[in-house]
């Protein structure tokens, strides 16, 4: 059987869909082999997406028309909106999901795509000739041509899951792991490497006492990801909050030989920022006790999620554990937590399209990269997805820049730096965060994403609106004058300075203790113009308003940093010539080859003085 198609997207996963649901949305024709029809989407570890940084991203992928905001609506259990009491540039949504919805409804939705078809099966080599892929082969002999294929391979290349001194080849816990295609990129040059991430043991929901923890609710008036109308969650499920004690520790330490990473089962790096339980233990002997989120998995299971408690012990030492925690005292466990080891790909192989340096219109997508978290390797799919159907079609490729998008700032990562260890996105690390707000993610990508042709027309003219009406809003808090006598009672109560004669309401919404709520109040006395807007358009303004003079400072940053960017550099420029190089830095651009000078500014050991030799040789 010989098949063809544009694009082949191998594995499932969040990666896997967005990769899909672009290229084809985009027009190509589009195969999706997964080794399980079954677990498309599926959340691997915990039943929950966005958070700090990573909400930010999937506001990004919905903005330019991808899914995963819909689907995380459509799914949800709960929405919070974090770190409200910080600047808007620290705000971040986060939803709790229904596992299994989650994973039918990105079914749906990749099956409502007419140019997008499935096949369930293992692929065991790339086919490739002069330099180029042109398709797959699959575990039951079949051939499938294809102009580029996707891999979005998450854990599963030579995956092996460890519990305890158990070690068993899979790439999830009871799905096997994918074998062949590691050993044939080494044959073609590719450098490659082993990472480890982990999950937590599953509970009986029945059997914990939630009366002996710390209730945590869902928002009081629930937001959702996606830019499109979405219905608020009418009804939410609340999660809760326990700790580890020193007797969970103690039993850890007491069983350092059942632990992989220590006895030393396990070489590869694991992720350092959400760490598993035995080594938040090691790593932070002075902490008496830490965090556990009991997460339950959808609206009609009983299966709870153990936030906080990733583990590779044995199941005997897990189920103890278990029970020595407060409200677990009953608890019976569904099935234990593990750690797995996985091949990835260094990044810094990658073009910033994310197609292969060494083979032409090859594409990797999400773990296989070096990242870890859902929203990371959704936005790396998305991205794959249309550079590969531009490619094709030869098209320019899209590449965001990092004061454009946080998914620019990640890709830009992962191919200038590359990673050493399980990658996962945070605000600390866009250097214009201010204004790459989850708020205004539709306002700067929007329009983008329609050029391109992801987002459709229905998205941009909500866009257009919004727009026209913050224009409305902000001419007319210029114009209203605010008296004394409306105000300053208010002021008092905020401890404020009271004004003496009329101001504009801009100008008092620009004062650090005012609130947007306290000029709705005067307004609605006063003939509710601004009570007529929608409460996420006034949000925008109000945010406009009050940080503008650190957005300009930051547009100043970024306006230097282009500077660098509009510096290109020959694609066979020869640093040799340059005498006054480092060493380190000579070697890494060699490799590199960076397009621009920005890009060289941001490549892991090359020093700033670097960059003006390059600077002062180009100019001549």
């Not at 113009?529 to 109000?542: F, I, M």
Request: aromatic residues 8%; proline residues 4%.
């Amino acid at each position: 059987m010989l098949l063809k198609y544009d694009i082949i997207v191998v594995g499932g996963g969040h990666a896997g869909c967005e990769a899909a649901t672009a290229a084809s949305k985009l027009g190509a024709k589009v195969l999706l082999i997964t080794m399980n029809l079954q677990t498309i989407g599926q959340m691997s570890c915990n039943p929950a997406m966005g958070g700090i940084a990573k909400g930010q991203l999937i506001r990004e992928i919905d903005a330019l028309g991808g899914f995963s905001g819909i689907v995380a609506d459509q799914s949800a259990i709960q929405f919070r909106m974090l770190n409200t009491s910080k600047g808007p540039a620290m705000w971040s949504p986060r939803t709790q999901n229904d596992r299994r919805l989650f994973s039918e409804c990105w079914k749906r939705a990749l099956e409502s795509l007419p140019n997008l078809d499935f096949w369930q099966d293992m692929v065991v080599s790339l086919l490739i000739q002069d330099g180029r892929v042109r398709g797959v082969q699959t575990a039951l002999g079949i051939t499938i041509e294809s102009r580029a294929v996707i891999l979005t391979n998450g854990t599963f290349l030579n995956g092996m899951i460890h519990i305890g001194t158990k070690k068993i080849a899979g790439g999830r816990s009871a799905e096997r792991a994918a074998t062949g295609m590691t050993e044939q990129l080494q044959k073609l040059g590719f450098e490659t490497g082993r990472m480890k991430t982990g999950t937590s043991p599953r509970v009986d929901g029945r059997t914990l006492d939630y009366d002996k923890m710390e209730i945590q609710p869902g928002d009081a008036f629930p937001g959702s990801f996606s830019f499109l109308s979405q219905e608020p969650l009418a009804k939410q499920k609340s999660c809760y909050i326990t700790y580890t004690n020193p007797a969970v520790h103690n039993l850890i330490k007491d069983n350092v030989a059942d632990i992989p990473i220590y006895n030393g089962q396990i070489q590869s790096a694991g992720p350092r920022y959400c760490p598993s339980i035995e080594d938040k233990v090691y790593r932070f002997a002075d902490k008496e006790r830490h965090q556990i989120f009991v997460e339950p998995e959808g609206w009609h299971t009983i299966q709870v999620y153990v936030n906080g408690l990733s583990t590779s012990l044995s199941e005997a030492i897990q189920f103890k554990m278990l029970r020595a925690i407060v409200g677990f005292e009953n608890a019976k466990m569904l099935c234990p937590g593990y750690a797995i080891e996985y091949d990835y790909f260094p990044p810094t192989q990658l073009h910033y399209t994310l197609e292969t340096q060494l083979v032409q219109n090859l594409y990797f997508a999400g773990q296989i990269n070096g990242t870890t978290g859902y929203e990371e390797a959704a936005c790396q799919g998305l991205m794959a997805g249309i550079n590969a159907y531009r490619k094709i079609h030869e098209l320019s490729p899209v590449v965001f820049k990092r004061s454009e998008a946080y998914i620019g700032v990640l890709i830009d990562d992962l191919v200038s730096k590359g990673t050493e260890e399980p990658y996962r996105m945070f605000t600390s690390r866009a250097e214009f965060r201010i204004l790459l707000r989850q708020d205004n993610a539709d306002l700067r990508l929007t329009e983008r994403g329609h050029a391109i042709g992801l987002a459709d027309d229905n998205r941009l003219q909500k866009v257009y609106k919004k727009k026209e009406e913050m224009a409305d809003i902000f001419h007319f808090l210029k114009k209203w004058k605010v008296h004394p006598d409306s105000i300053n009672a208010t002021l008092v109560a905020k401890n404020a300075s009271l004004i003496d004669e009329a101001q504009s309401a801009e100008a008092l919404l620009k004062r650090p203790e005012m609130d947007l709520n306290d000029l709705l109040v005067l307004d609605k006395q006063q003939g509710n113009t601004l009570s007529a807007y929608d409460k996420e358009v006034l949000q925008q303004v109000s945010i406009q308003l009050k940080y503008e003079s650190y957005f300009l400072k930051e547009r100043e940053l970024v306006e230097k940093m282009e500077r660098l960017e509009h510096y290109t550099i020959p694609s066979n420029f020869d640093y040799t010539k340059l005498k006054a190089l480092s060493a380190e830095a000579l070697e890494k651009l060699q490799k590199k080859r960076p397009a621009t000078l920005g890009q060289a500014s941001r490549i892991s050991g090359v020093r700033p003085a670097d960059v003006s030799i390059l600077m002062v040789y180009l100019g001549r």
